[in-house]
C-alpha cells in the first residue's frame, strides 16, 4: 500500500526580535506539513537567504534593520518569483498595507492571529491564493485616492525634499545637501504645500512620517 506523504511547505521566518522568533516557531511547529528552512534578523539576511534557500514562503516583519519592506518585495518578486511572501506584522498602517499589496506581498496579517490563522494562511498562499480581504483592499483604494494620488503629482526632487522634511532637516541644510539655492528650496516646499493641500512646513513633517512609510526608515 503506497502512503500518502504531503510535501513540506519550506519557510523563511524574518523577524529581528528573538521573543517574536521564538513564538512564530513554536507556532510553525505544530503543522507537520512546514518546515522552517531559515531565520533572517535584517534585511539584508533576509535577501541572502532568499537568494540562497529559495523558500515557498517568506513570513516578513516590516521593520527590522536594513530593510525598506516595499523594496525588498519588489527584489523579491524580480529575482526569487517562486518565493510568496506573507507579511507578519503589528504594524497596520494603510500606507504599509498599499505599499506592500502593489509590492506583490501574497497577504497582510497580524501578529495577534491566532496560531490556526496563521498556519492557515501560509498553506493558502503556498497554493497560489492572494490573501488581501474586502476590507483592506477598500482600505488600499481609499489610501490611493486620499495619498497616492497626491505623491504621484510630486517630481522627484520634491519627493526627495519631502523626506529630508520628515527627518526634521532644516532648509539651509537641505539646500547644502542637494547643491542647490535655499531660494531653491523654499520653491519646492511651496510647491509641495500646494500639491499636498497643506499649510506649513510642520504640516508637511508630519503628513510625510505618517505617509512615506519605507522611504524614510
Request: aromatic share 4%; net charge negative.
Amino acid at each position: 500500500m503506497s502512503l500518502n506523504i504531503q510535501e513540506s511547505i519550506t519557510v523563511l521566518l524574518a523577524d529581528d526580535h528573538p521573543t517574536m522568533l521564538a513564538g512564530i516557531r513554536a507556532t510553525l511547529a505544530q503543522a507537520p506539513d512546514l518546515k522552517i528552512v531559515g531565520e533572517a534578523q535584517n534585511g539584508i539576511e533576509v535577501q541572502q537567504m532568499v537568494a540562497e534557500l529559495r523558500p515557498q514562503i517568506l513570513l516578513l516583519d516590516l521593520r527590522m534593520p536594513n530593510l525598506a519592506p516595499a523594496k525588498l518585495e519588489k527584489w523579491v518578486r524580480e529575482n526569487c518569483p517562486e518565493t510568496i511572501t506573507l507579511i507578519l506584522t503589528q504594524h497596520d498602517r494603510d500606507t504599509y498595507l498599499a505599499n506592500m499589496l502593489d509590492a506583490g506581498a501574497a497577504g497582510y496579517l497580524s501578529k495577534e492571529a491566532s496560531a490556526e490563522q496563521l498556519i492557515g494562511a501560509i498553506r493558502r498562499a503556498a497554493k497560489g491564493e492572494i490573501l488581501f480581504d474586502e476590507a483592506q483592499l477598500i482600505r488600499v483604494d481609499q489610501w490611493r485616492k486620499d495619498v497616492g494620488e497626491k505623491l504621484k503629482q510630486l517630481t522627484d526632487r520634491e519627493h526627495e525634499v519631502l523626506k529630508l522634511l520628515a527627518k526634521g532637516i532644516d532648509s539651509q541644510s537641505i539646500a547644502t545637501d542637494l547643491g542647490v539655492t535655499s531660494k531653491t528650496i523654499g520653491f519646492h516646499i511651496t510647491n509641495i504645500l500646494s500639491k499636498l493641500h497643506l499649510k506649513s512646513r510642520q504640516e508637511a513633517m508630519i503628513w510625510a512620517l505618517k505617509h512615506l512609510s519605507d522611504d524614510l526608515e
